[in-house]
């Protein structure tokens, strides 16, 4: 079955459980149509790059899934039809890193960043 990540965006003013809920929410849509989540992180409340719908800050929420196209096709269309739900991306991926996502790691833990150079 082919592997997915996507993330989720949600409006600023929802609670933190709330924003926890459309994860267990999509996920029981990915599980009804046949695809199952094999892992998920919640990223919490960031700053966006632009306002979306008059938001400059949003919900974070990461899935990495195991699903056919169809589950995701619906996952994505009803999470562009709710209304707490601002923008959805999803990528298909050869296979799921272990471990956190980079966003959850500390910035010491990253390391594949090249040191910074001084300038003269």
Do not use: C
Request: aromatic share 6%.
């Amino acid at each position: 079955m082919p592997l997915y990540e996507h993330v989720l965006i949600a409006r600023q003013d929802l609670s933190n459980t709330q924003a926890e809920g459309l994860i267990e929410h999509f996920s029981t849509v990915l599980a009804d149509n046949g695809g199952k989540v094999v892992d998920h992180e919640y990223w919490g409340v960031r700053t966006l790059a632009y306002k979306i719908n008059k938001n400059r800050k949003g919900h974070y929420a990461f899935l990495r899934t195991e699903s056919p196209s169809a589950a995701v096709q619906e996952m994505e269309r009803l999470a562009r039809l709710h209304d707490d739900v601002m923008r959805v991306m999803t990528i298909r991926v050869d296979e799921h890193q272990e471990g956190p996502s980079v966003q959850m790691q500390k910035r010491e833990e990253r390391g594949d960043r090249r040191e910074r150079r001084e300038r003269n």
